[in-house]
């Protein structure tokens, strides 16, 4: 039924009541009393509706903390459908709320930074990484104008020209940021901050190791170039000095090899596409055969000794003979003659251990942490005269990365050098 006929049927029909009533009573005693009857009826009428006026206004001071009555006539419907109101009011709420708590979990779970701000870029919200990004804290800075808390002059500058369509790189706080701003309804303004540090610092190895590649690959180049000009314009040269030309191209030739060998065995290591096949690794047969290389590259000038007293592990045979080999060699190849070089593979309580001792030049403190660098040399010359790529060590830690082991190396100048390869008990497998 029409609802304005739901409201106004019943009132009619009560004030009805009451006037029928008191006509009656007119009738059979008189106008007084029918009168009185009329008056009484409509103020215990109007006295209800009172009552249930102060019961809605007491409830709506507090909807929360007192109940609605059940209501009499038109208030039981104002009443029902009040209560239904508020059962969807905190429905939303709720909804509201869980899905506010779950954007805040999601955003704090965000590695990029969103920061919050209005449209004179006062911060309002900002998660965990946008805090740890800017150093800010939104306890302490929220209502804080942003350009105040960002000290930089390249934001000013960017905040200023106003060209947000392109992202902005901030050197901040020791860390390279990526920050975009990006306008969002009509007031308001969203600042990403993205963190670059590593990309960067991997970028910068990149172009560091080419240019290092590069640099060594021309020096032997530029030998060999030159004596082929030689060759080329003194046709009539003497054999004997042909032949020491061609001995240094080769001398040279040979070191490219090395570094192009040593370069693709890095580059094999570092790649995912090669994941670590663990075998049995015959370790008395390596150490024996890396005993009779280093024999063989010493040529009789020191004193090469051996020692096992380990068992076998799992990895791989390939990598470990490549970075037990590189110790080795390095040993041999830094230490004068008459020296002495002692390899030994040992079980200690933590787990076995290789181990090349040498009786050679030494290493000083400050160079010892950046041996493993990719063309990290102590004497550059000493090196090259050797043979040397300067990558030996950074293929030894690669090797160990990927057998969980570790490198010690202990060295004093002019008495000798320590290297010892340190491999987890887990590394002895059920072999
Ligand atoms: P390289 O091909 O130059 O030997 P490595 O990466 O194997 O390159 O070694 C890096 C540097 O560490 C060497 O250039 C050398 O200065 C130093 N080094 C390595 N092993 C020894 C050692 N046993 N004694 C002294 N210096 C060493």
């Given at each position: 039924?029409?609802?304005?006929l739901?409201?106004?049927?019943?009132?009619?029909?009560?004030?009805?009541?009451?006037l029928?009533?008191?006509g009656?009573?007119?009738?059979?005693?008189?106008?007084?009393?029918g009168?009185?009857?009329?008056?009484?009826g409509?103020?215990?009428?109007l006295?209800v509706?009172?009552?249930?006026?102060y019961?809605?206004?007491?409830?709506?001071?507090d909807?929360?903390?007192?109940?609605?009555?059940?209501?009499?006539g038109?208030?039981t419907?104002?009443f029902s459908?009040?209560y239904k109101?508020?059962?969807?009011d905190e429905?939303n709420?709720?909804?509201?709320t869980e899905?506010?708590?779950r954007?805040?979990q999601a955003?704090?779970?965000l590695p990029?930074?969103v920061?919050?701000?209005?449209d004179v870029?006062?911060?309002?919200w900002?998660?965990?990484a946008?805090?740890?990004h800017l150093g800010?804290?939104?306890?302490?800075?929220k209502?804080m104008?942003?350009t105040?808390?960002i000290?930089?002059p390249?934001?000013?500058?960017?905040?200023?020209?106003g060209r947000?369509?392109?992202?902005?790189?901030?050197s901040?706080?020791?860390?390279?940021?990526?920050?975009?701003?990006?306008?969002?309804?009509?007031?308001?303004?969203i600042?990403v901050?993205?963190?670059?540090t590593e990309?960067?610092?991997?970028e910068?190895?990149?172009r560091?190791?080419?240019?290092?590649?590069s640099?060594?690959?021309?020096?032997?180049l530029?030998?060999i170039?030159?004596?082929?000009?030689?060759?080329d314009?003194?046709?009539d040269?003497d054999?004997k000095?042909?032949?020491?030309?061609?001995k240094?191209?080769?001398e040279?030739?040979?070191?490219m090899?090395?570094?192009?060998?040593?370069?693709l065995?890095l580059?094999?290591?570092?790649?995912?596409?090669y994941?670590?096949?663990?075998?049995?690794?015959n370790?008395?047969?390596?150490l024996?055969?890396?005993?009779q290389e280093?024999m063989?590259?010493s040529?009789?000038?020191h004193?090469?000794t051996l020692?096992?007293d380990?068992?076998?592990?799992m990895?791989?045979a390939?990598e470990?003979?490549?970075a037990?080999s590189?110790?080795v060699?390095?040993?041999?190849?830094?230490?004068?003659?008459?020296?002495?070089?002692?390899?030994?593979?040992?079980?200690?309580e933590q787990?076995p251990?290789?181990?090349?001792?040498?009786?050679?030049?030494?290493?000083?403190?400050e160079?010892?942490s950046r041996?493993t660098?990719?063309?990290?040399?102590v004497?550059k010359?000493?090196?090259?005269?050797?043979?040397?790529?300067?990558l030996?060590l950074?293929?030894?830690k690669?090797v160990l990365?990927?057998?969980?082991a570790l490198?010690?190396?202990?060295?004093?100048?002019g008495q000798g050098?320590?290297?010892?390869?340190?491999?987890?008990?887990?590394?002895?497998?059920?072999?």
């Amino acid at each position: 039924m029409n609802p304005h006929l739901l409201f106004w049927i019943p009132a009619g029909l009560r004030l009805s009541f009451i006037l029928a009533g008191a006509g009656i009573l007119w009738y059979f005693f008189g106008h007084l009393v029918g009168l009185m009857a009329a008056v009484g009826g409509l103020c215990t009428l109007l006295i209800v509706q009172l009552h249930y006026l102060y019961k809605l206004s007491d409830w709506l001071n507090d909807p929360s903390s007192s109940r609605l009555p059940d209501g009499w006539g038109a208030w039981t419907d104002i009443f029902s459908r009040l209560y239904k109101l508020r059962r969807g009011d905190e429905k939303n709420q709720a909804e509201l709320t869980e899905w506010l708590t779950r954007f805040r979990q999601a955003m704090s779970l965000l590695p990029d930074g969103v920061v919050i701000m209005d449209d004179v870029l006062f911060l309002e919200w900002c998660n965990p990484a946008a805090e740890r990004h800017l150093g800010l804290r939104l306890d302490r800075d929220k209502g804080m104008r942003v350009t105040n808390l960002i000290r930089s002059p390249e934001f000013m500058d960017y905040i200023i020209l106003g060209r947000y369509g392109q992202p902005l790189t901030l050197s901040l706080r020791e860390r390279k940021l990526i920050v975009q701003i990006i306008p969002f309804e009509n007031r308001r303004q969203i600042l990403v901050t993205h963190d670059a540090t590593e990309t960067e610092r991997i970028e910068m190895m990149r172009r560091d190791f080419i240019a290092n590649a590069s640099h060594e690959l021309r020096t032997p180049l530029t030998v060999i170039n030159g004596f082929l000009e030689i060759a080329d314009s003194q046709p009539d040269l003497d054999v004997k000095t042909r032949m020491a030309h061609l001995k240094l191209m080769m001398e040279q030739g040979q070191r490219m090899q090395n570094l192009v060998e040593d370069m693709l065995t890095l580059t094999r290591l570092e790649s995912v596409e090669y994941p670590l096949r663990p075998e049995r690794v015959n370790i008395h047969a390596l150490l024996e055969q890396i005993h009779q290389e280093a024999m063989a590259l010493s040529a009789g000038r020191h004193k090469v000794t051996l020692e096992i007293d380990g068992p076998d592990i799992m990895g791989g045979a390939e990598e470990l003979r490549s970075a037990f080999s590189n110790l080795v060699s390095n040993a041999v190849r830094y230490t004068p003659q008459e020296g002495s070089i002692h390899i030994a593979w040992q079980m200690k309580e933590q787990g076995p251990q290789f181990m090349v001792k040498d009786t050679g030049i030494g290493i000083r403190p400050e160079h010892i942490s950046r041996l493993t660098e990719r063309f990290y040399r102590v004497d550059k010359s000493r090196s090259r005269e050797t043979q040397g790529t300067g990558l030996g060590l950074a293929i030894v830690k690669h090797v160990l990365l990927r057998h969980d082991a570790l490198l010690a190396i202990e060295s004093e100048p002019g008495q000798g050098s320590t290297f010892i390869v340190k491999f987890p008990q887990k590394a002895i497998g059920d072999v």
